[in-house]
C-alpha cells in the first residue's frame, strides 16, 4: 500500500530565506507525486506534480520539487520565500492509471517571520 | 471556470439533525472526492466516484454517513443523524484524470453543537 510521510509538522523561515519541505513516499513503482498549498479558510491548491519524465519539476509561485526514487523522498523547494508563503503544505502519492486516488500526508505548517 | 463549487460555505447544526452538503465539481471532471480535515486526523478519503458511481466509500465513517452522485454535476454529502464529533470541514475535489491531480473547493465548515 501507499503511504506518505511528512517528518516536519512545523518549519519557520525567514522572510527572504530559502525553503525545503520534506517529502516521503512508499510505493512499489513510480508514483504519482504532488504537493498542494492550504491558506487559512481555503481549500488546497496544487502546487506542482510528477509522474515521469525530467524529475526536477517546477511548479507555480517559484516553487520546484525534486523527486530522488533512490531516497524515496520529492521535496519542495523555493529559493527566496515571501511572507505570502505562509501556508500549510501537503504532499500527496498515488498509483496512478484509473484509479485516481491520492494518499495525503500530515502537512507541514510553513510560518514566515520578517 | 468557476472551480468546484461547495454548499454551503458554514453550516451549524444541533445534535440529532440531518445535514447536507453540496458540491458541483468541475465540467467534464469524471471523478469527485469528498474530504473531511480535522486537526486530529489530517485529510481523510470518504468516498469517491467515477462517472458517478462511487468506487471506494471505505473510508465512510458509519452508517450515519451517506453519498449521492445523481449526475455528473452535482454531489451530496448526508450525515444522519450528525454528532458533535461530526465537526470539520468537509473538502470536496474533482478530478479529470490520475496525472492532472485534484481541484479542491472552499470546504463546507461544519459545527454540530
Known amino acids: 500500500a501507499q503511504s506518505v510521510t511528512q517528518p516536519d509538522i512545523h518549519i519557520t523561515v525567514s522572510e527572504g530565506a530559502s525553503l525545503e519541505l520534506r517529502c516521503n513516499y512508499s510505493?512499489?513503482?513510480?508514483?504519482?507525486l504532488f504537493w498542494y498549498v492550504q491558506s487559512p479558510g481555503q481549500g488546497l491548491q496544487l502546487l506542482l506534480k510528477y509522474f515521469s519524465g525530467d524529475t526536477l519539476v517546477q511548479g507555480i509561485k517559484g516553487f520546484e520539487a525534486e523527486f530522488k526514487r533512490s531516497q524515496s523522498s520529492f521535496n519542495l523547494r523555493k529559493p527566496s520565500v515571501h511572507w505570502s508563503d505562509a501556508a500549510e503544505y501537503f504532499c500527496a502519492v498515488g498509483k496512478g492509471g484509473a484509479t485516481n486516488k491520492l494518499i495525503f500526508g500530515t502537512g507541514t505548517l510553513l510560518a514566515v517571520q520578517p | 471556470d468557476a472551480g468546484v463549487i461547495q454548499s454551503p460555505r458554514h453550516e451549524v447544526t444541533e445534535m440529532g439533525q440531518e445535514v447536507t452538503l453540496r458540491c458541483k465539481p468541475i465540467s467534464g471532471h469524471d471523478y469527485l472526492f469528498w474530504y473531511r480535515q480535522t486537526m486530529m486526523r489530517g485529510l481523510e478519503l470518504l468516498i469517491y466516484?467515477?462517472?458517478?458511481?462511487?468506487?471506494?466509500d471505505s473510508g465512510m465513517p458509519e452508517d450515519r454517513f451517506s453519498a449521492k452522485m445523481p449526475n455528473a454535476s452535482f454531489s451530496t454529502l448526508k450525515i444522519q443523524p450528525s454528532e458533535p464529533r461530526d465537526s470539520a470541514v468537509y473538502f470536496c475535489?474533482?478530478?479529470?484524470?490520475?496525472?492532472?491531480?485534484?481541484?479542491f473547493g472552499s470546504g463546507t465548515r461544519l459545527t454540530v453543537v
Open positions: 475535489a474533482s478530478s479529470i484524470d490520475s496525472r492532472a491531480g485534484y481541484t
Open positions: 466516484f467515477n462517472n458517478n458511481v462511487p468506487i471506494d
Open positions: 510505493y512499489g513503482a513510480t508514483p504519482y
